[in-house]
């Protein structure tokens, strides 16, 4: 009888313990270590940016070299990039064939909206 006792507490300290670890990791993983992805990832999208507005501000490039440009920077870094008018309507960088805009705004709770700017402004 005294033994089955023994066995049956080293289980449950050991069950707690395992699921303790468990537990721990998946808050780890899912706090911090996101966030700080999410920091280096904007950190260098930063400097990225830094350097292709002094490349884009110390040359004058045709229409398709800055297409290539934004295309190749868009690639490299894996985000978007785009130049718009004071519409909002995009000029470079994006596929413009619709002549639309969209702005995406994503809140802090992961709400998502969009936004279509031409329905605001009258010409």
């Avoid at 470079?92 to 995406?104: A, E, F, R, V």
Wanted: aromatic share 12%; proline share 2%.
């Amino acid at each position: 009888m005294r033994r089955k006792s023994i066995v049956l507490r080293l289980f449950i300290i050991t069950t707690v313990l395992c699921m303790l670890l468990v537990f721990i990791q998946i808050f780890f993983q899912n706090t911090l270590i996101t966030r700080f992805y999410k920091d280096i990832k904007i950190s260098m999208l930063e400097k990225e940016i830094k350097a292709i507005t002094n490349v884009l501000e110390a040359s004058s490039m045709d229409k398709e070299k800055l297409y290539t440009t934004l295309n190749n920077f868009s690639q490299k870094n894996g985000a978007a990039i785009a130049l718009i008018n004071k519409y909002g309507n995009p000029e470079y960088g994006l596929d413009t064939q619709y002549k639309s805009s969209l702005l995406k705004i994503i809140s802090e709770d992961d709400k998502e909206y969009n936004i279509y700017p031409e329905l605001f402004i009258t010409q």
